[in-house]
């Protein structure tokens, strides 16, 4: 009876271990990652275009994708740099958009979300088929080019800031519940008259909690980053562990507010309810990725170095490893961003405006410790 209570108990420990959180003090183990980064290529324009905006993917042959939101195209290079093609038409019909959105690539398909629509392309910029999606759900990341997950940054229509974390199959039109969390409500301001009510929403992901999500073989990892800790769960709902550091909180200037304000398109009373509102202190983290070996990496919010990101790397299981950096020339600013393995690519904007791709090699950690 002993060995049998013993053997529960054992097993009831081990599992505690395997979901509790890693409570990280703010001091990287093993200090700072170097990811020596080596420039391949660069360029400036694509055909006759110069680029105006940039979401950038690649696949695994290095050949990259470049969503220009302005110019309403996507741009193709191969690995060295070459411009192929591109493709994008403003319209209703089939293959094109009103409104240019989000890109992601999934099983060598382009997937753009509009609205309340999916569209989907070959990587040759061939159209396929548009799928209309519900309205109040909003693709935040693909898990493979029929289900994504949908999480809003911010809700709204409901006063408390409720909102769900979901699954949806475009094909089977299957909805599955993950997490349910809150979402900042005093970015939201709104005007009322006897004719008409207005709502105006702001956020910032320097100064706005909202949820961060990142997603890999099969595990979701999210956080509000006005907190510094991050959840995992598999697809079933099913927690994993959590992590965190102990890291202190970076006070927001009031001419900080006045600044991302400053080019918001809202009347000045608007402007200052949802100035009031804003949060003093600034977020911790603005994105997570998981590399090929397992590694987590938290890109730390800092708004003031705006040629440099600095990047939290995690081992596997929570424990944090390194800090790092990835940074341009001084009067250079980093527009975007994308990790592809050992590659690095990178939207840098001059003191002129102009914005440019370049393409770097760089080191990974191999660590992968579940610890």
Same mark, same amino acid.
């Given at each position: 009876?002993?060995?049998? &209570?013993? !053997?529960?108990?054992?097993?009831?420990?081990?599992? !505690?271990?395997?979901?509790?959180?890693?409570?990280?003090?703010?001091?990287?183990?093993?200090?700072?990652?170097?990811?020596?980064?080596?420039?391949?290529?660069?360029?400036?324009?694509?055909?006759?275009?110069? $680029?105006?905006?940039?979401?950038?993917?690649?696949?695994?042959?290095?050949?990259?994708?470049?969503?220009?939101?302005?110019?309403?195209?996507? #741009?193709?290079?191969?690995? !060295? +740099?070459?411009?192929?093609?591109?493709?994008?038409?403003?319209?209703?019909?089939?293959?094109?958009? %009103?409104?240019?959105?989000?890109?992601?690539?999934?099983?060598?398909?382009?997937? #753009? #979300?509009?609205?309340?629509?999916?569209?989907?392309?070959?990587?040759?910029?061939?159209?396929?088929? @548009?799928?209309?999606?519900?309205?109040?759900? @909003?693709?935040?990341?693909?898990?493979?080019?029929?289900? $994504?997950?949908?999480?809003?940054?911010?809700?709204?229509?409901?006063? %408390?800031?409720?909102?769900?974390?979901?699954?949806?199959?475009?094909?089977?039109?299957?909805?599955?519940?993950?997490?349910?969390?809150?979402?900042?409500?005093?970015?939201?301001?709104?005007?009322?008259?006897?004719?008409?009510?207005?709502?105006?929403?702001?956020?910032?992901?320097?100064? @706005?909690?909202?949820?961060?999500? &990142?997603?890999?073989?099969?595990?979701?990892?999210?956080?509000?980053?006005?907190?510094?800790?991050?959840?995992?769960?598999?697809?079933?709902?099913?927690?994993?562990?959590?992590?965190?550091?102990?890291?202190?909180?970076?006070?927001?200037?009031?001419?900080?507010?006045?600044?991302?304000?400053?080019?918001?398109?809202?009347?000045?009373?608007?402007?200052?309810?949802?100035?009031?509102?804003?949060?003093?202190?600034?977020?911790?983290?603005?994105?997570?990725?998981?590399?090929?070996? +397992?590694?987590? #990496?938290?890109?730390?919010?800092?708004?003031?170095?705006?040629?440099?990101?600095?990047?939290?790397?995690?081992?596997?299981?929570?424990?944090?490893?390194?800090?790092?950096?990835?940074?341009?020339?001084?009067?250079?600013?980093?527009?975007?961003?994308?990790?592809?393995?050992?590659?690095?690519?990178?939207?840098?904007?001059?003191?002129?405006?102009?914005?440019?791709?370049?393409?770097?090699?760089?080191?990974?950690?191999?660590?992968?410790?579940? %610890?």
């Amino acid at each position: 009876m002993k060995k049998i &209570a013993l !053997s529960i108990t054992g097993i009831f420990l081990i599992a !505690s271990f395997l979901l509790s959180g890693v409570i990280n003090e703010d001091k990287p183990l093993k200090g700072m990652w170097n990811f020596n980064m080596v420039k391949l290529w660069e360029v400036e324009e694509a055909g006759k275009d110069f $680029f105006v905006s940039m979401r950038i993917r690649s696949d695994e042959n290095e050949t990259v994708f470049v969503a220009d939101q302005k110019n309403f195209k996507t #741009y193709i290079f191969d690995k !060295s +740099g070459k411009f192929i093609l591109s493709f994008g038409k403003k319209g209703e019909g089939p293959g094109e958009m %009103k409104r240019f959105g989000s890109l992601y690539l999934e099983n060598n398909k382009l997937i #753009y #979300y509009e609205n309340n629509r999916v569209h989907y392309f070959s990587k040759e910029g061939k159209y396929i088929e @548009t799928v209309i999606i519900p309205g109040d759900l @909003t693709p935040r990341l693909f898990i493979d080019e029929n289900s $994504f997950i949908s999480a809003p940054r911010m809700n709204w229509e409901d006063p %408390k800031g409720e909102s769900r974390c979901i699954i949806y199959n475009v094909k089977d039109k299957n909805k599955k519940l993950l997490f349910e969390y809150f979402t900042y409500k005093k970015g939201v301001a709104r005007r009322a008259s006897k004719k008409s009510r207005s709502t105006f929403s702001f956020s910032n992901s320097s100064i @706005t909690p909202m949820l961060v999500l &990142a997603y890999r073989d099969n595990k979701i990892y999210f956080g509000m980053n006005n907190e510094y800790k991050i959840k995992v769960k598999d697809l079933k709902s099913r927690d994993e562990f959590d992590f965190s550091i102990k890291r202190k909180e970076k006070f927001v200037p009031g001419v900080y507010k006045n600044e991302i304000l400053k080019g918001v398109n809202f009347p000045a009373d608007v402007k200052r309810q949802i100035k009031e509102g804003l949060p003093d202190h600034f977020t911790f983290f603005e994105g997570i990725l998981i590399d090929r070996n +397992g590694n987590i #990496y938290v890109f730390v919010t800092d708004p003031v170095e705006e040629n440099s990101r600095k990047i939290d790397i995690f081992s596997a299981g929570g424990t944090y490893i390194y800090s790092a950096e990835i940074k341009v020339e001084k009067g250079l600013v980093i527009r975007s961003s994308h990790f592809s393995n050992d590659k690095l690519y990178m939207g840098v904007e001059n003191e002129d405006g102009d914005l440019k791709l370049v393409k770097y090699k760089i080191d990974i950690p191999k660590i992968s410790l579940r %610890k």
